[in-house]
């Protein structure tokens, strides 16, 4: 097993695409590391240069202590698993996870061995006589991920495997991978474009968006400390409401967010950055939960319109527009349920411990 670094790396296709840039990212020995991003924005790219199936445009790879940039996959000690599987149709199961062993020319009793192995660790024995074709979604993906890890890679790479299973056998995968990382310890570099998975599986997270990363947190961190807009936006279902305010100084020292639905304020500790130049338009994030039923009275609350509403049991959804413009649309994630109306006027306040301020770059101001 071996740790994965990428030091500045870039890659632009023949065709001028410039698909990742400088991205300078370690995946620790044993780690599970999830690469999340919306669908384009370099994911795959990444996985095809550690793979060695792409050559990096600028930058160095390495796998353990090696600099890979210039071996073949096969010298690289990498296994793939992508969401189509790739088993063959005509081979049991058995056959399926012999033949990357096979193909290297193992001895009979190490190839023995090592599918014994992965297979009471994925316990998938009573499969073994199978073809792929008499077995379930989640059972060819266990298979993969058995071909995959034979090979005793120094390193795995997973490329939106849960993509084919349907929802609830997604979510008894994920458990099933995030268990058999934890117990193998193997070096995982794991994509996927759905942020509740990168949530619920990774160790760390890596943010991806248009070829440059954007943050490597844990998930926990991702979701209360985002760098970016872009992550705030991203992580979190509902999202964050990013909203367009501006920054003014009070007389009391507090730092002042005026908003289409009314007007916040924040201790000026919250905003240990400089505000920025200009007139002070930033973006503004309030998580839907941050949000709290008032009396339209309460300083400080926003006045909102309800435009519809979610019933989900356990809690509300209130999709709601700013009274005033009618425009600035927010989302509320109120406990229990309520009984909002279409066209009702409603108050909300908000944590100040829990507003976000992003510059017009989209870079946090609040820590
Ligand atoms: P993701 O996996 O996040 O969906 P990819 O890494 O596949 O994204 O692609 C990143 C960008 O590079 C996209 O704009 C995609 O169209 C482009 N791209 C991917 N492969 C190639 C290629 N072989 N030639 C040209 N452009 C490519």
Redesign the pocket.
Known sequence: MARVALAHVAKV???G?R??DDCTLEVADGELLVLV??????????L?LVAGLEDATAGEIRIGDTVVNDLPPQARNVAMVFQDYALYPHMTVRRNLEFPLRMRGNARPDIDRRVATVTRQLGIEALLDRLPKQLSGGQRQRVAMGRALVREPAVSLLDEPLSNLDAKLRVDVRAEIAELQQRTRTTMLY?T?DQVEAMTLGDRVAV?NG?RLQQVASPRELYERPASAFVAGFIGNPPMNLLVGRLGHEASGRVSITLAAGTLTIAADRMPHALPAGDGTVTIGIRPEALTLADARTASALALTVEHVEWLGHETLAHLRASTDGVSRVVARLPGMHALTTGQPIALTVDPERIYVFDREGHALTP
């Open positions: 296709y023949p065709n695409t698909a990742l991003g919306p669908s384009g924005c370099g994911k795959s790219t990444v095809r994509v474009h991806l070829g």
